[in-house]
């Protein structure tokens, strides 16, 4: 594994402490002594969501003594949405809403597009998302470092947050009725891209302001979602620049 990575009690709260950008933390379960419980402590006070899990995980992660934490450290700065959406202003916005995409190749193939296309964000939940590694990096052919990635809490709130601010958010489904070749995508959008195996959530779906499918007339009837993600971000850059 490559060592984006530190581990051990005292180096990840100095990591905290330091304000290294932290993008995921697991912490063995049970962990016993006042060192992890001081860890832990700096984690809520520092707002920094972190994964109990059992030690075989971690023990996955490095053979090295990780004293029962391991922590992966973003090469990025996460931007904020409330901050990108008060800076939006004059040509149209376009944010790419990730819904379980936990595959970092995925996540960084659907990055290099974004940018290609100057989207304006990718948005992400603190949980069940690509960690935002070397592989990731490397893939999105280092547009990771020119786009905002907005890490959420709850992917349900940055939906609220961007139709308040009269952002359209567009459900990206194989179930949906309405083709996105069909829909009106010249103003401010956003889209949700769903997992392959699963889908995006039905919560996600019921606050969506529409739903939106790819036509596929073959024997395959899903796209990988780089792919569905790039074609619709195209066809949103077609009615935009160009009807």
Same mark, same amino acid.
């Given at each position: 594994?490559?060592?984006?990575?530190?581990?051990?009690?005292?180096?990840?709260?100095?990591?905290?402490?330091?304000?290294?950008?932290?993008?995921k933390?697991?912490v063995?379960?049970?962990?016993?002594?006042?060192?992890?419980?001081?860890?832990?402590?700096?984690?809520?006070e520092?707002?920094?969501?972190?994964?109990?899990?059992?030690?075989?995980?971690?023990?996955?992660?490095?053979?090295?003594?990780?004293?029962?934490v391991?922590a992966?450290?973003?090469?990025?700065?996460?931007?904020?949405?409330?901050?990108?959406?008060?800076?939006t202003t004059?040509?149209p916005?376009?944010?790419i809403?990730?819904?379980?995409?936990?595959?970092?190749?995925?996540?960084?193939? $659907?990055?290099?597009? =974004?940018?290609?296309?100057? *989207?304006?964000?990718? /948005?992400?939940?603190? !949980?069940?998302?690509?960690? #935002?590694?070397?592989?990731a990096?490397?893939?999105?052919?280092?547009?990771?470092?020119?786009?905002p990635?907005i890490?959420?809490?709850?992917?349900?709130?940055?939906?609220?947050?961007?139709?308040?601010?009269? $952002?359209?958010?567009? =459900?990206?489904?194989?179930? *949906?009725?309405?083709? /996105?070749?069909?829909? !009106?995508?010249?103003?401010? #959008?956003?889209?949700?891209?769903?997992?392959?195996?699963?889908?995006?959530?039905?919560?996600?779906?019921a606050?969506?302001?529409e739903?939106i499918?790819l036509p596929?007339?073959?024997e395959?009837?899903?796209?990988?979602v780089?792919? =569905?993600?790039?074609?619709?971000?195209?066809?949103? /850059?077609?009615?935009?620049?160009?009807?």
């Amino acid at each position: 594994m490559k060592k984006n990575f530190i581990y051990g009690l005292h180096p990840v709260m100095e990591a905290v402490k330091s304000g290294k950008q932290i993008d995921k933390i697991f912490v063995q379960n049970n962990l016993k002594g006042q060192a992890s419980q001081n860890l832990l402590a700096l984690l809520r006070e520092h707002h920094i969501p972190y994964k109990i899990v059992p030690v075989e995980k971690l023990n996955k992660m490095t053979r090295d003594n990780h004293q029962g934490v391991v922590a992966f450290i973003s090469p990025v700065k996460f931007a904020s949405l409330d901050e990108i959406l008060e800076k939006t202003t004059g040509k149209p916005v376009t944010f790419i809403l990730l819904d379980g995409i936990t595959d970092p190749r995925n996540f960084g193939a $659907i990055v290099r597009t =974004a940018v290609a296309v100057d *989207a304006t964000g990718i /948005v992400f939940s603190e !949980n069940n998302s690509a960690p #935002v590694n070397e592989d990731a990096v490397k893939t999105s052919a280092g547009g990771i470092f020119k786009i905002p990635l907005i890490k959420v809490k709850h992917l349900k709130d940055a939906i609220f947050l961007l139709q308040a601010y009269g $952002i359209k958010v567009y =459900a990206a489904t194989e179930k *949906a009725q309405q083709l /996105v070749y069909d829909t !009106n995508l010249k103003t401010d #959008v956003a889209v949700i891209m769903g997992s392959e195996g699963k889908g995006i959530h039905k919560s996600l779906l019921a606050l969506s302001d529409e739903s939106i499918k790819l036509p596929v007339p073959g024997e395959i009837d899903s796209l990988n979602v780089s792919v =569905a993600c790039g074609v619709i971000l195209y066809e949103i /850059v077609r009615q935009q620049l160009y009807l």
